[in-house]
C-alpha cells in the first residue's frame, strides 16, 4: 500500500542519514563512474543540472565541475547537513512530484534509484521531461527488477517504504513518451543466490578481480545481469 509522503519522509530521512556514514557501494560508484563519463562526453562546465532523489548529497560534488547543480529531495533532515558539507549546491526539499522548482529548464537531469519508490511512475517520467530543455539529457538509474527476483535476496520493503521495480522492456516503453534512448543497459552485476552467487557474489566478485580485474563481471552485466538498468537519454 502506498504510504503518505510524511511516513515516506521520515523513512528516507532515517536511511539517508545512516547511508551517509557507510562507504560508497559498488552499485553507486559504478553509477558515479558512468554518469560522469557522460557528463564528461558533452564537453561542457557550465551546465545547468538537477539531480532528482539526491538523498545526503553525495553524488553532488561530482556534478559540480560540470555547471551550476540543483539538488532535491524529500529527506527534508538530511538535506540541511548535505548543503553544510557541499557549498555551491542549491537543495530543495520535498515532494518532487509537487515541489516547485520555478520555469528554470535544465540541461541534464540525474536521477539513481529513485523511480523504484516513485507511486506513479508515467507522471514521475512526464515532470522530468517538463524540466528538461528541448534536447536536454535525462540519465537515470534504477533496479533492475528480473535479476533482484531471480538472482538476489533483498530483503522485504519497510511499511514506509515503496518498492516498484522494473525490467528493461518496462523502463523502455516508460522512457519513449518523452525521450529518445540513446544507451539503455545494466551494470554491476551483482547475485546473491542460486548459481550465479558463485561467480558474482560478494567473496566471488573480490576473488576474481585479482585474476581478471573487473573484465568478467562488466561482461556479465552487459549480458544483463547487472543489479542496475542505467539510461542515458535525450528529451524529444
Known amino acids: 500500500m502506498d504510504q503518505p509522503i510524511v511516513v515516506q519522509q521520515a523513512y528516507w530521512n532515517d536511511w539517508n542519514a545512516a547511508k551517509n556514514e557507510r562507504p560508497l557501494s559498488d552499485i553507486s560508484a559504478d553509477q558515479r563512474e558512468l554518469v560522469v563519463q557522460w557528463l564528461s562526453e558533452i564537453g561542457r562546465t557550465d551546465l545547468k543540472i538537477l539531480e532528482v532523489g539526491c538523498g ?37 526539499a520535498g515532494d518532487f512530484m509537487e515541489v516547485d522548482l520555478g520555469s528554470e529548464q535544465f540541461d541534464v537531469i540525474v536521477s539513481l534509484e529513485v523511480l523504484s ?49 522494473v525490467d528493461r522492456d518496462e523502463l523502455t516503453a516508460l522512457l519513449m ?53 542505467i539510461t542515458l537519454a535525450r528529451k524529444r
Open 56 to 92: 545526503a548529497g553525495w553524488l553532488c560534488p561530482s556534478l559540480k565541475p560540470f555547471g551550476k547543480v540543483t539538488a532535491t529531495d524529500l529527506s527534508d533532515a538530511v538535506l540541511r547537513g548535505a548543503a553544510e558539507r557541499v557549498p555551491d549546491v542549491k537543495f530543495v
Open 117 to 165: 519508490h516513485v507511486a506513479d511512475h508515467p507522471a514521475f517520467m512526464g515532470k522530468l521531461a517538463s524540466l528538461l530543455r528541448p534536447g536536454g539529457l535525462l540519465m537515470l538509474a534504477t533496479q533492475n527488477r528480473p535479476v533482484l527476483e531471480k538472482h538476489n535476496i533483498v530483503p522485504p520493503p519497510a511499511p514506509e517504504q515503496l518498492r516498484n521495480w
Open 177 to 229: 513518451p518523452h525521450f529518445e534512448i540513446r544507451r539503455l543497459r545494466s551494470i554491476s552485476a551483482t547475485a546473491n543466490k542460486g548459481f550465479y552467487r558463485l561467480i558474482l557474489g560478494r567473496k566471488a566478485k573480490r576473488a576474481m578481480r585479482t585474476v581478471f580485474g573487473r573484465s568478467l563481471e562488466n561482461a556479465m552485466a552487459r549480458a544483463g545481469l547487472g543489479w542496475t538498468l
